[in-house]
């Protein structure tokens, strides 16, 4: 015999406005096994709290129904203050007679009975709930971080400063991700590389952290606190403990490479460093271009190595680690506008550059030192137009978010150019100009001021003629047809998630939106969390983010990693999935049902009808399993159970409902 | 023998006349049947969905359910741009639903399912057997004719409806140009608009759309300018002499560009005479280009047979000097063996 106690809530006026709460009480009292229903005008408050705590004990009750907010919102107020009580803090249950109630109705009347209704479901369900207990999991004491930009640098650096080992894995030959590649940083004007380079050098000098260049996360298991996952690095062909770094080889080398750095304006050689301030600050070979390797003819590189550290016989190295946390920074790419925008020549005008490239054309590093050369004939332009929102706002052609950075670095080329061309003419086609941040409106100003015409339109098309690039678009404030004849177009195009991102996501089982940006846990309350517990979020994978955005998310990942690293064990979630074997048919659909990779069939042997018979079952992963139930509904012989929320206890949910 | 049913449009015994000239020299020779789609109508053009969306439709879809019902079977040929754009948009419109079959059914009261394919003629001229018949009955091919192949909008969009993946830079006539030996040149106005009716209507903003065509084409090269629309020709062909006009008056070149259908040309390089395919009866005079260039022809073919000959020359000659030297070669390794032979014969005779 169960003793239940009912606790309803006015919530001011926000329940008790639209549902006559006392009579949903009253109707309570006659609930079998209720023994105890209280109201309150604010039962989350400290005097409401210390009113249920005193009912439980006056009352003897063990299993207790609140009747207030959502869930989402006190749920886990009450757990926490059942833990201080003799009841279990899982045998409770939150009828929602707000969120899905008093608020979504206006009639007094029907939203009472509705009231009443939640209530007995909610008694009809405690009534079967069994008392559930946390076990304790492990943390390894390590952060796994992958990709090695300035989000990820940020993230690894915060959690290596709190004095846990870090693990940075990055694809490329060298951190630095995009933020390198740029010339100056809005509004300040700072030079890129001159904050980031020492950024690199800090993780690659800081004793904390370990950085795995070239390389990429080969295969995950696991769970929160305990993740193993394995990382390929790929064969750089150089013993990097006899490497100094020198250069000899990449002077002499003789195949030239289209250099990616350089956005493909300029040649690298097939031994390589990706730029001069890499880190590590040692070459590896390509092997697709290197002529010893793909022809088997050359070895230019072997032979002058001074300390011979040339390894024409390197191949993939497999290291497997455990990591108690794993940070996504992996990053964006700009979009690949050729095959989406023929009208702008689809690539086949070497004029019309991408922002990346312009980055690169103006920085004093790059492949003109810094003079603003058009890549046609390598002349001075002096008309330039820049086009913003390619491929972003734009959902018939590529995609319709706003990529959110673009605004302020078009602004911030428009001001490069005119400074460094000043008899030139800057057009800016936009569709908004949009500048939220600090000190960012003054700065789009301060171009206006500069001299560059904004033109409100987009550009419909864009074609050669007589060495000059034509640009027809509208002015729509004036309504009138714009016609611009540019020596040089900028193209500002839409971000989108870095190669791959899809296959890693789902190694790792953290969810994607449609356009593949890594979706959080929760859009405000908790943003740099994924689904999955232990993986959190930095800069750009999550979605288009500036350089501030990006390293603050960093940050903020970095701290959730240093609260979950500073815990010796973690209370594991007891709502999760549990197979009753008896029933269990081995079938698997709950396998390929689950997100999260936590349920496996393993052979198990039984004692059934005094034979022993081994069979396959279900086995779920305690640390895995998120509660989400879809297993359980999957299961058609209904051996999935989520504790917490069985199939009896919602059964018999419904069953009270319909009883009128 | 292809077979096809033709909807012929009104332009094709008045202002496009030449096109249907040369699309029946060129069918005929390459053994594409095309069948007049008994008592067809006006397929309504813009004036029918200006009226009303239904009469859009259901005017167009009444020549395709005679097709139906009359030439089972048979895909719909519409050479002209035109007719072919509002005949696709109401097939595309019937194969949407049975609701909509039903509703065409209402209006033009006779059955249509929406069978068969609408076609323009470039997409007929896209299959391998057409081409290879083109090839076959090639006489002379139009060498040193750079040409610029001229879409217009109306064979290409609205995408979706024309299936069209390439609305910028599309290919077929590129393709076939190359096929009769024209040389394409690569250009940015191949689907621009040509202004259409709005030339008539408001000719003073519609007018410089035509004049940038020229301009454009003329800026990469083109000798003409090849089409596949009948109102393209027309807005170009017989507009090129008030542009230029126009232009003479402000001082700058006129252009010399003339206008062709592509059927025209290949029909041309069948052997036909150009008045045999109707270049006799262009607005812009047609003929001489095709002349200069046919003598542009002969003189390269000169120049390359010359180059080949004297290759060859070179080739024998330097052929004749190994063989010279490999003689010498073997009559002096001959030489010294028979003095070995002698100088053994004598220390055998000694």
Known sequence: MSRIGVFICYCGSNIAGTVDVEAVAEMARTLPDVVHVETNKYTCSDPGQEGVRNAIISHEIDRVVVAACSPRMHEPTWRKLLADTPVNPYMLEVANIREQCSWVHKDREVATAKAMDLVKMAVAKVARLQPLHSTEIPVHKKALVIGGGIAGMQTALDIADAGFKVTIVERETSLGGKMVMLDKTFPTMDCSACICTPKMSEVG???????????????????????????????????????????????????????????????????????????????????????????????????????????????????????????????????????????????????????????????????????????????????????????????????????????????????????????????????????????????????????AQYIRGRVSKIYQEGGKLICKGEDTLTSQQVTVEADMVVLETAMVPADGIDELAAKFTVGRDADSWLVEAHAKLRPVETNTAGIYLAGTCQGPKDIPDSVCQAGAAASK????????????????????????????????????????????????????????????????????????????AGAMDLLGYTNESIMREVDALCQW | MMKYAYFPGCSAETTGKSFTISTSYVA??????????????????????????????????????????????????????????????????????QENRDQIKRIINAPYEAKADVLTLLEVFESDDVREAITAKVQRKLRCLKVACYY???????????ECDNVEDPQQMDELMRLIGAEPVSWAFKTECCGAAQQMTVPVQAKPMIERIFQNAAANGADCIVTSCPLCMLNLDMREAEINAARVARGEEPFDIPCYYFTELIGLA?????????????????????????????????????????????????????????????????????????????????
């Open chain 1, 205 to 451: 000098n800081h004793p904390n952290i370990t950085v795995k260049s070239y390389s990429e996360v080969e295969n995950v298991s696991g769970y929160i606190g305990n993740f193993e996952v394995t990382i390929r690095e790929k064969a750089k062909y150089i013993d990097y403990n006899l490497c100094t770094g020198c250069g000899a080889c990449e002077t002499k080398c003789p195949q030239k490479v289209v250099n990616d750095f350089e956005q493909g304006m300029s040649e690298r050689t097939a031994i390589y460093k990706m730029f001069p301030q890499a880190v590590p600050a040692k070459p590896v070979i390509d092997a697709a271009h290197c002529r010893k390797l793909a022809q088997g003819k050359c070895g230019v590189c072997a032979k002058v190595c001074p300390t011979g550290a040339i390894n024409y016989e390197d191949e993939d190295k497999l290291t497997t680690e455990t990591y108690g946390a794993v940070v996504f920074a992996t990053g964006y790419k700009l979009i690949d506008w050729k095959p989406l925008y023929p009208e702008y020549g689809g690539g086949a005008y070497p004029d019309v550059i991408t922002g990346l490239q312009f980055e690169r054309l103006v920085n004093a590093s790059g492949p003109t030192e810094g003079h603003i050369l058009r890549p046609s004939d390598n002349s001075e332009p002096k008309d330039v137009v820049i086009i913003k929102c390619v491929g972003s706002r734009d959902p018939n052609k590529g995609k319709a978010y706003c990529s959110r950075a673009c605004c302020m670095y078009s602004a911030k080329h428009a001001h490069q150019y005119l400074d460094k061309v000043p008899d030139g003419r800057c057009y800016v086609f936009y569709m908004d100009v949009r500048t939220p941040g600090k000190g960012y409106d003054e700065f789009y100003m301060n171009t206006l001021h500069d001299g």
């Open chain 1, 561 to 636: 990693v240093i609260g979950l690293l500073n815990k010796d064990v973690l209370q594991s979630n007891p709502q999760i999935s549990h197979v009753n074997e008896a029933i269990c048919q081995g079938d698997g659909a709950c396998v390929g049902i689950c997100p999260y990779g936590a349920i496996q069939i393993v052979q198990k042997t039984f004692r059934e009808n005094s034979r022993k018979v081994t069979r396959p079952v279900a086995q779920v992963n305690p640390g895995l399993c998120q509660g989400c139930g879809a297993c359980t509904v999957t299961c058609r």
């Open chain 2, 28 to 97: 005929d020779k390459i053994g594409v049947e095309l069948v007049e789609i008994p008592d067809w109508n006006c397929c309504g053009t813009s004036a029918a969905a200006l009226t009303s969306p239904e009469l859009a439709v259901a005017l167009p879809a009444r020549s395709l359910a005679i097709s139906e019902r009359e030439l089972p079977g048979l895909d719909v040929v519409a050479p002209c741009a035109g007719c072919y754009r509002s005949l696709k948009a109401s097939l595309a419109y019937a194969r949407e639903s």
């Open chain 2, 152 to 162: 217009g909008c109306a064979m290409v969009r609205p995408a979706d409806v024309c």
């Open chain 2, 270 to 350: 069948m052997g036909a005479e150009p008045d045999e395919v109707g270049i006799g009866i262009h607005f812009h005079p047609a003929k001489t280009l095709l002349l200069q260039r046919e003598l542009d022809a002969l003189e390269l073919e000169y120049a390359e047979n010359e180059a080949r000959a004297a290759e060859e020359r070179k080739k024998a000659e330097m052929a004749a000097k190994i063989a010279a030297k490999k003689a010498e070669k073997a009559a002096k390794a001959a030489a010294a063996k028979s003095t070995d032979v002698a100088a053994e014969a004598e220390e055998v005779a000694r």
